[in-house]
């Protein structure tokens, strides 16, 4: 399905290192674009289809690549990005729901009913800082607080579905 | 009477969102500091940076707080791939120096030729590795990044935030200052000393 509506938005979540965390900084500047191994798409949770403290804990349910361990939903935040902001970019070619539906169950790879991509397209170097400054201080401005005990909660009952 | 630098023109973009041309001049050589400059350095010694024990710097010794961000920073040369619990891949030497080269080059040129002294940015790392600086207070932004790799040019962004004027433009990596983008550094996003 794709994410048309220029009122709606998708949370993004982002994580932040300790260096950005101990000086209080803002998300990095690539936060909103995909890495060289996602394919031009980036993970996004459609608003509609989900809550952040949801959005957080599915990311607890998660296995972290590096350390294979759960990943630390307290070491990100959720940005709110609108997508008719996102569509305003000749780079982004599409926003689209990709439901990520688990059968049978797997330990670390919960169900995502929200989940989305957006698709990017390359861009010009010369364009990168222009472009990743825009949608970063988009960001900035819409932060989504999320209650802690909830994403808890919900973080113990995602990684529950496997034990 | 000092021979006058030759005037090196370069980099000139046309952007889409804004369709804003710039061109830049450079001049080749760094230009004669004040007299007042000279006289005011009698009495601040320079601070020494020993990048990661492979290659030195001297910052004007009024800089502390970039100092002490470029000092900080060097937590960056130590982030292994998946440092995001993901898949970023950590950034390498080469780059994180021309990043520091850049901070230091116009600090120092800003605080010795107009006396004034450059915010402190951030210096951080990106997914693929490469690094950037950047700045943001409520005059202006200014955001430049320095790929992973060995291109010629390192490009950037900024924002005059009153006039919403937005320019892209690039620096030459390992040559000598932009004494444009230095003034424009000192109007938005300095203060004297």
Redesign the interface.
């Known amino acids: 399905m794709k994410l048309n509506n220029s009122e709606e938005s998708v949370y993004r979540m982002v994580h932040y290192s300790q260096r950005e965390r101990r000086k209080g900084k803002e998300p990095r500047l690539d936060a909103f674009k995909p890495t060289p191994a996602d394919d031009s798409k980036l993970s996004v949770d459609y608003e509609p289809k989900t809550t952040p403290e949801e959005s957080l804990a599915r990311f607890g349910a998660t296995i972290s690549i590096s350390s294979g361990e759960f990943k630390n939903p307290h070491d990100y935040s959720v940005y709110s990005l609108n997508i008719g902001f996102l569509r305003s970019f000749t780079c982004i070619i599409d926003i689209y729901l990709d439901e990520v539906l688990v059968s049978p169950p797997e330990r670390g790879r919960p169900d995502n009913p929200a989940h989305s991509l957006v698709e990017f397209d390359e861009i010009a170097e010369e364009d990168e800082p222009d472009i990743l400054y825009r949608i970063q201080q988009h960001a900035i401005m819409r932060k989504v607080e999320a209650n802690p005990a909830q994403v808890d909660e919900l973080t113990m009952r995602y990684r529950r579905i496997w034990d | 009477m000092p021979a006058i630098p030759a005037i090196q023109s370069y980099s000139t ?1 046309n ?3 804004n369709a804003y041309t710039k061109t830049c001049e450079a001049s080749e050589s760094r230009p004669v500091k004040s007299l007042l400059a000279i006289v005011k350095e009698k009495y601040i010694r320079d601070l020494n940076i020993n990048l990661a024990d492979q290659k030195e710097y001297q910052l004007n010794g009024r800089l502390t707080e970039i100092y002490s961000e470029i000092i ?2 060097q ?2 040369l130590t ?11 950590p950034t390498d030497f080469p780059t994180f120096a021309k990043a520091i080269n850049f901070l230091v080059e116009y600090s120092n040129y800003i605080c010795d030729s107009f006396l004034y002294k450059l915010q402190t940015p ?1 210096i ?5 590795g490469s690094v ?1 600086i ?1 700045w943001n207070d409520e005059r202006a ?1 200014f ?3 320095f ?1 992973k790799s060995d ?1 010629r ?1 390192s ?3 900024r ?1 005059e935030k009153e006039t919403q004027l ?1 320019t ?1 433009g ?1 620096i030459i990596n390992d040559k000598p200052l932009d004494t444009y983008l230095a003034s424009w550094f000192k109007d938005f996003l300095a203060l004297p000393l």
């Open positions: 973009f952007f889409p969102l900080g920073s937590e960056l982030y292994h791939t998946g440092w995001d619990d993901e898949n970023a891949q951030f951080n790392i990106m997914g693929d950037y950047q932004a955001t430049i990044i790929k291109r040019l490009y950037y962004f924002e937005t892209k690039a």
